[in-house]
């Protein structure tokens, strides 16, 4: 399986982004698609997740308003709307895969990476 991420930039406060992640290789529908972000000095974290077969989406409590990921089975691509953005949603965003959704916050567990792409939200 091969992701490549793409759709960083730069944005002002407020601004918005769609992030795409195109899929390649061999997978299955019961993949779990996530995205990732990782700010300088600070660990990974999840962002959102969604089921590529069913297209069941996940999110944290505290992102849910703001982003919003969904897929095109068509185009093999997972997209990461994000709206609102602020200044600490500047990161490098991963998407990865992993089968099922087990522990699906923890990057640890996802077996494909895709390279990154940077996200950079001005004050």
């Known amino acids: 399986v091969q992701l490549q991420a793409s759709g960083g930039g730069l944005v002002q406060t407020g601004g918005s982004l769609k992030l795409s992640c195109g899929v390649s290789g061999r997978f299955a529908s019961n993949y779990n698609m996530a995205w990732f972000r990782q700010a300088p000095g600070k660990e990974r974290e999840y962002v959102t997740s969604i089921h590529w077969g069913d297209g069941d989406a996940h999110y944290l409590d505290s992102r849910k308003d703001r982003f919003t990921i969904s897929r095109d089975l068509s185009k093999n691509t997972v997209y990461l709307q994000m709206n609102s953005l602020k200044p600490e949603d500047t990161a490098v965003y991963y998407c990865?895969?992993?089968?099922?959704?087990?522990?699906?916050?923890?990057?640890?567990?996802?077996?494909?990476w895709g390279q990154g792409t940077q996200v950079t939200v001005s004050s």
């Open positions: 990865a895969a992993k089968v099922g959704y087990f522990d699906r916050l923890k990057p640890q567990t996802y077996a494909y």
